[in-house]
């Protein structure tokens, strides 16, 4: 998907040669490695475990070892008996015996089975995807933008790559983490669902760097 350049209607027009959209994706492709750009990641699928024996099961079921440390975050892989990858995804620990997993809206059936299949019985899972949003700010200037949206310190001292806090943004408390995957500087913004819509709008208004 794109969008429209000088108020052209955006309409796409098929052929097997130029796409009448190359123009539109190339803009917002160098927009957000020389400026900043604004993701949608919330299909993403997101679960939340909760449990005295979360971390030592994530330690089993995952290749990577799980970080117990509030606020960091393991970019990992779950195998299945033959040693072969089912998925990649991103582990969370979002408070103590409290982790969330982040993988790709594709599997979010599948991962979840594969989860559920090696999981403890007294640890509590929840499929959360439909409840909170994702954002992506990523992009050179995303800190600037990130920094007019929150007084919490963000600089790259108290706020590491592969890490995540709780902030505020509006009085709305936020989970971001700071991670990227289009090679360069970026947050995710884990937002409720209902309180998503303003933050959305606040992102856009104040992204015009």
């Known amino acids: ?25 190339e803009f917002e492709t160098k927009n957000a490695r020389k400026n900043l750009g604004l993701f949608d990641l919330t299909a993403f699928s997101k679960y939340d475990l909760k449990g005295e024996k979360a971390h030592s099961d994530l330690q089993r ?25 089912e998925t990649d995804l991103t582990v969370v620990c979002m408070d103590e015996n409290y982790f969330r997993i982040i993988t790709s809206a594709a599997n979010r059936v599948r991962d979840k089975f594969h989860i559920l299949k090696y999981l403890s019985k007294d640890v509590e899972f929840k499929d959360v995807t439909d409840e909170i949003v994702c954002f992506g700010v990523f992009g050179p200037k995303s800190r600037n933008l990130m920094s007019k949206l929150s007084k919490d310190d963000l600089s790259n001292e108290n706020f590491k790559f592969g890490t995540g806090k709780e902030i505020k943004i ?23 669902m209902d309180e998503s819509k303003g933050i959305f709008n606040l992102i856009v208004d104040k992204g015009e760097l």
């Not at 509006?170 to 500087?185: C, D, P, T």
């Open 170 to 192: 509006n009085n709305k408390q936020i989970w971001e983490q700071r991670l990227s995957y289009v090679g360069e500087l970026g947050f995710e913004l884990y937002i409720k």
């Open 61 to 85: 079921i995952c290749t990577a070892n799980i970080k117990n440390e509030i606020g960091k975050t393991t970019y990992t892989q779950m195998l299945n008996e033959d040693g072969g990858i």
């Open 1 to 25: 998907m794109s969008f429209s350049l000088n108020n052209k209607e955006p309409k796409i027009e098929y052929s097997y040669n130029y796409q009448n959209w190359y123009p539109s994706v």
